[in-house]
């Protein structure tokens, strides 16, 4: 069975065939759109008769931070039309009184609101439909309070703007986050709304695409790390805006297993961002909210955390002087300096050509000039770039790893995208962390991960009652639990003993617990996984790599420091402190 996968990056869209145990792969510059970098990138890897397609898309997430998404209207109870610009009241930066939230997706003068109001416990004021101002928008969000609880009136809003506007599409906040706290609520929904046609247009001009190419119906990943159909992926494009790095988690969560690592991180270095996530126990840790854009999205996610530092990343001076790394990027156009594209600013790649660390030629036929990295860097020292960006990229492992109470030492280190290599090993080390596994296929990770990627569904139920009055719970899952006037949740997986359970992860957490509290159920998480197709690479004769040295990878080049030992056996390559 021929299995194919698809990651279109911000510089590179990556493709992984698996055909019969053999692996082929293909990597081309990222078009304009994105559907023809699918089809190329299929190609080069040789995709022919395929049984089944997954795909990882950028569309949504450039769309949001881009703000390039429909015309968008928000439809609340009156006198709340300013949930979405008040937000929590808190600064955008803590230190920094002047910095300011970006600006809603939704302008104040489409926010509109509609007489009634529903409680916790029930109806406190009829819903009046005839108060519904007139609303000129391509979308509309609705979101009404405690619609999570009872969803009656705003179905009937939803029902009402739909009769009114039959060419728009209309989203309530039941029908996509059924939770607890109403901005969240809000800001998701309003996403949703936003992302829908823009997404809707991709994926069916990309259906069409795959249809004339003879290629089947792809399923698209969701943020979750699970894949859905189109039409899924169409209703509610909130669910994929982080799709192609979750496929990268899923990937390295295959690689970890297959290098018998239970507990590892995955780190994915590309063209403009780095990602990192915790794998324990052979599971990427999720999330149940994730910022996009400084946006609450509260939907599953897996729980990546994202800096903007790539090899693309842009080397620049501050006011003072000092030396900087991204956030911005070179990107695929015109790309680095050493590209030869057209590029004269310098880059993380320019610097990394200049140590020495990079081959003349990369994969997808892109040829490197020396000269005009040097000219682009001027006076400025590569190793110095190297160590502010990976300075930069530490802080994020260590948010996933030493923030969260887990000694990186007793992970190791899955290297992966195209610019992960590079600096993996340099990292490690700063963790005090002794193995790093750099997968054979690490430059195009993300698509093998799309290629081993379970179909998953997930669901929220919200309760927000005392844990004695919950009844019988699903044996498999998360609950979202606190203690009686809190204001916020731990997640704990459900299990016979719940309220123990519980009272153990707060202390952990926290450092106390107070097990003669009461205990509040906000909400429980399921989720439907139908498991993705087995895969194990092949594996080659097995060959030895000692530091210092440049081992180059079919989709990425890895930087082997002084210190470091490994085995490289076709599958990945082990490396090792001495």
Avoid at 250 to 269: K, N, P, Q, T, Y
Wanted: charged content about 20%.
């Amino acid at each position: 069975m021929a299995i194919l996968g698809v990651d279109v990056g911000g510089t590179f869209t990556d493709a992984v065939l698996l055909d019969d145990g053999r692996v082929s792969t293909g990597k081309v510059l990222t078009a304009e759109r994105q559907e023809e970098s699918v089809l190329a990138a299929a190609r080069a890897a040789g995709a022919g008769d395929v049984e089944r397609f997954a795909h990882g898309t950028t569309v949504a997430t450039n769309a949001l931070l881009e703000r390039k998404g429909a015309r968008t209207a928000f439809v609340t109870n009156a006198g709340f039309e300013h949930l979405l610009h008040l937000r929590r009241q808190t600064r955008a930066h803590l230190y920094r009184p002047c910095a300011d939230w970006p600006e809603p997706l939704v302008p104040l003068e489409r926010c509109h609101g509609v007489r009634g109001r529903m409680g916790p416990e029930g109806e406190l004021e009829p819903l009046d439909l005839a108060s519904l101002p007139a609303v000129d928008a391509d979308a509309v969000a609705v979101c009404l309070l405690h619609a999570y609880r009872d969803d009656a009136h705003e179905r009937a809003v939803a029902g009402e703007l739909r009769r009114r506007l039959p060419h728009a599409r209309v989203v309530a906040s039941h029908e996509v986050a059924p939770e607890l706290r109403e901005y969240e609520r809000a800001s998701t929904t309003a996403a949703d709304a936003y992302l829908g046609p823009v997404v809707s247009r991709y994926l069916e001009a990309l259906v069409d695409a795959c249809a004339a190419a003879g290629l089947p119906e792809p399923l698209v990943m969701r943020s979750s790390g699970g894949v859905a159909t189109p039409a899924e992926a169409a209703a509610h494009p909130a669910t994929i805006l982080v799709s192609g790095p979750a496929a990268g988690v899923v990937g390295a969560s295959r690689i970890a297993a297959l290098a018998g690592v239970e507990d590892a991180i995955a780190f994915d270095m590309g063209g403009t961002s780095t990602d990192v996530c915790l794998i324990s126990g052979g599971r990427a840790e999720r999330s149940g909210e994730r910022a996009v854009g400084d946006l609450p999205i509260r939907l599953p996610t897996v729980d990546l955390h994202t800096v903007g530092a790539g090899g693309g990343s842009l080397v620049w001076r501050d006011a003072g002087g000092a030396l900087r790394v991204g956030p911005q990027s070179a990107g695929a156009h015109p790309g680095p300096a050493c590209y030869g594209r057209g590029g004269s600013e310098p880059t993380v790649t320019d610097a990394n050509l200049l140590l020495g660390r990079l081959p003349n030629r990369l994969a997808g036929g892109v040829s490197l000039d020396v000269a005009a990295a040097e000219r682009a860097l001027g006076d400025i020292e590569p190793a110095a770039v190297v160590e502010v960006v990976n300075a930069e990229m530490l802080r994020a492992l260590r948010v996933v790893s030493v923030e969260r109470g887990h000694d990186p030492a007793a992970f190791a280190l899955v290297a992966f995208g195209g610019a992960g290599p590079l600096h993996a090993c340099e990292l490690a080390q700063e963790l005090g962390m002794r193995t790093v596994l750099v997968p054979e296929v690490a430059g195009v990770l993300s698509a093998l991960g799309l290629v081993a990627a379970d179909e998953r569904r997930d669901a929220v139920r919200s309760y927000v009652l005392p844990l004695a009055e919950a009844g019988e719970l699903p044996r498999a899952g998360e609950a979202d639990l606190r203690y009686a006037g809190q204001s916020f949740d731990l997640t704990v997986p459900l299990q016979d003993g719940l309220a123990e359970a519980f009272h153990r992860a707060h202390e952990e957490q926290y450092g106390f617990a107070e097990r003669g509290r009461a205990i509040e159920l906000v909400a429980v998480r399921t989720a439907d996984v139908r498991p993705g197709p087995a895969i194990d690479l092949p594996r080659a004769e097995p060959t030895d790599v000692a530091g210092p040295a440049v081992v180059e990878l079919p989709g990425s080049t890895c930087w082997v420091p002084p210190g470091w030992v490994g085995v490289r056996d076709g599958r990945m390559l082990r490396l090792t402190r001495t």
